[in-house]
């Protein structure tokens, strides 16, 4: 009878455990946030790609006086909406906001140059890199004997008048390593190179993908050690959080452009 009343016992719990519900965080990751669907299916069926860019960083944004985009991140952008069978909309943003515009959907995607930081990956997903990259210094060709080597050493000195862009890695950067040096926060991305060159600004210290195209449009400038920047960092595109479907092709996108050319194909009409 003992065992009889067991096996009955057993037989109940397995049974209210199947009809149990699952609990509300059991395999959300996987998932959609409630209620949202993913991008993978709504974009294909708006027919449109939301992505935000600042359009103030090339080689991998720039937004024209007619308000059209170039860029190396702008043309992947155009690719990716085009396997979704959309068409892109970009839509303007700053460094500081990035990371917040896509959490809050004002974009579906954002890229231009977005580099992965912990910060960041509190509050969107990240893609798998483009590219590793790294802070380094950009000074006048004439001045390249004064910084020596190029250490930060040679660069935080009292005299130096280093320029930094707001709201971004560069910012972050600087702030945390410039202490005796003057730093002067330059609001316009796209003309800070200008800083240098006019001699209002000695160095600015930015991603060495940056230095090199701005050493290449402009000769009077030269990039320190760009093949040894201060710091390891890559390039990616940042996602909503929470849409792992939508991540996973996304990644799947750029793995495919990272390794069949057709990335390098657009660096190299920036870069080369």
Not at 93 to 118: H, P, Y
Not at 158 to 170: I, L, M, S
């Amino acid at each position: 009878m003992k065992r009889a009343a067991t096996l009955s016992a057993l037989v109940c719990l397995l049974a209210v455990t199947a009809a149990a519900p699952a609990a509300p965080d059991a395999d959300r990751g996987h998932r959609p946030p409630p209620g949202k669907g993913t991008l993978l299916d709504s974009v294909p069926k708006k027919g449109v790609l939301r992505v935000c860019t600042t359009g103030d960083y090339r080689p991998f944004t720039h937004r024209e006086a007619d308000g059209t985009y170039r860029g190396i991140d702008i043309k992947m952008a155009r690719d990716l909406a085009k396997s979704l069978d959309a068409k892109p909309k970009f839509v303007a943003t700053t460094w500081k906001e990035i990371a917040d515009d896509v959490a809050d959907g004002r974009c579906d995607i954002a890229a231009g140059g977005v580099s992965i930081t912990l910060p960041r990956a509190r509050t969107v997903y990240f893609s798998e890199p483009t590219r590793e990259d790294g802070k380094t210094p950009i000074v006048r060709c004439a001045d390249k004997a004064r910084f020596g080597d190029g250490a930060l050493a040679d660069i935080d000195k009292p005299g130096t008048k280093v320029v930094v862009n707001p709201g971004g890695t560069n910012e972050q950067f600087a702030r945390a390593h410039i202490k005796q040096a003057s730093l002067t926060v330059h609001p316009d991305n796209s003309t800070i190179f200008k800083e240098i060159i006019d001699g209002r600004a000695d160095v600015m210290m930015t991603d060495a993908s940056e230095t090199r195209y701005q050493s290449k449009i402009h000769p009077e400038l030269c990039s320190l050690h760009p093949d040894k920047p201060f710091t390891f960092a890559e390039k990616a595109y940042a996602l909503p959080r929470g849409d792992a479907q939508f991540k996973e092709y996304v990644d799947q996108f750029v793995h495919l452009a990272t390794h069949d050319g057709t990335y390098a194909a657009y660096e190299a009409e920036w870069m080369k």
